[in-house]
């Protein structure tokens, strides 16, 4: 069993519905894709199960079997690659709050436009760390082999890097 602790940048919550479906399983939900790729590349079976779920001293506990190597990856490189690029990631972050409380506006168009030329100036990193994880799962795989599931990788490590979210993991 592996306990997984994901705190939350912008301050502690309270484990409802909403927090959940918005910001919880999406994060969740990207740890399985990379963990489905792996399964798929090395033709084995160890998808992230989640055995439950709760909330510890502020932090959000998830107790949890597979996944191993979606697990081990993101814990190092993750958290690596976020740092490397801080700066963008918090101003992507404050973008997307100030899109949530805006309506239909000129100011709305700009900011759309910024958060989409950072993201276009992330995208190579980005990718660098999706190949990384691709060799990391699949070291005797050929490239043309691997190249099938980028866009899947992509999409997920774009939330995961970009999440509010982040984890400690404990293998127990």
Same mark, same amino acid.
């Given at each position: 069993?592996?306990?997984?602790?994901?705190?939350?940048?912008?301050?502690?919550?309270?484990?409802?519905?909403?927090?959940?479906?918005?910001?919880?399983?999406?994060?969740?939900?990207?740890?399985?894709?990379?963990?489905?790729?792996?399964?798929?590349?090395?033709?084995?079976?160890?998808?992230?199960?989640? =055995?439950? &779920?709760?909330? $510890?001293?502020?932090? *959000?506990? @998830?107790? +949890?079997?597979?996944?191993?190597?979606? %697990?081990?990856?993101?814990?190092?490189?993750?958290?690596?690659?976020?740092?490397?690029?801080?700066?963008?990631?918090?101003?992507?972050?404050?973008?997307?709050?100030?899109?949530?409380?805006?309506?239909?506006?000129?100011?709305? =168009?700009? &900011?759309?436009? $910024?958060?989409?030329? *950072?993201? @276009?100036? +992330?995208?190579?990193?980005?990718?660098? %760390?999706?190949?990384?994880?691709?060799?990391?799962?699949?070291?005797?795989?050929?490239?043309?082999?691997?190249?099938?599931?980028?866009?899947?990788?992509?999409?997920?490590?774009?939330?995961?890097?970009?999440?509010?979210?982040?984890?400690?993991?404990?293998?127990?």
């Amino acid at each position: 069993m592996t306990r997984v602790f994901l705190d939350d940048a912008r301050a502690p919550h309270l484990l409802t519905p909403d927090y959940l479906s918005r910001t919880v399983t999406p994060f969740l939900s990207a740890l399985a894709v990379l963990q489905l790729v792996a399964d798929t590349i090395r033709e084995h079976d160890d998808p992230l199960i989640i =055995e439950q &779920i709760g909330s $510890e001293n502020g932090r *959000l506990q @998830v107790c +949890l079997t597979g996944a191993g190597a979606a %697990l081990q990856f993101a814990e190092r490189e993750l958290t690596r690659w976020r740092a490397q690029h801080e700066d963008v990631v918090r101003l992507m972050n404050e973008l997307e709050e100030m899109l949530s409380w805006l309506g239909e506006s000129e100011t709305r =168009e700009r &900011i759309l436009i $910024e958060r989409e030329d *950072l993201r @276009v100036r +992330l995208q190579p990193d980005l990718l660098r %760390l999706v190949l990384d994880y691709l060799s990391h799962v699949s070291p005797n795989v050929p490239a043309l082999g691997q190249v099938v599931h980028i866009d899947r990788l992509l999409a997920a490590f774009h939330l995961l890097a970009f999440s509010a979210l982040t984890m400690a993991v404990i293998t127990t």
